[in-house]
């Protein structure tokens, strides 16, 4: 097989959940890569769902919008890696551009999250 680069990202915005990909980037390095930037995420909203949990019942509710939406975009990135994962060579460039995107919206929800909390 030969050896796949991920094509260099756009525009991302600075975060620390965003490991620099580059165009040396090989496909099993990108896969590793999104694989941790996806788990840290889905542990941080576990952690900052048990501090939700410590607030007053009625701050507690608002919070329960955000997390919601969370957990949306954090399911649509594990379903969009798992398709990335098994992706042949044709699709690998648009697969790669989709993941980025999606796991961009997943950092956004995050952050926003995290904001309320």
Known sequence: ??????PRPQGHPTSPFIESITMNTTRAEYTAKMKRQLDELNTRIDTLQAKALETREDIRAAYQADLVKARHESKLAMAKFEEMKVAGEESWDKMVAEMDRIRDAFVHSFKYFKSQI
């Open 1 to 6: 097989m030969a050896k796949r680069t991920a």
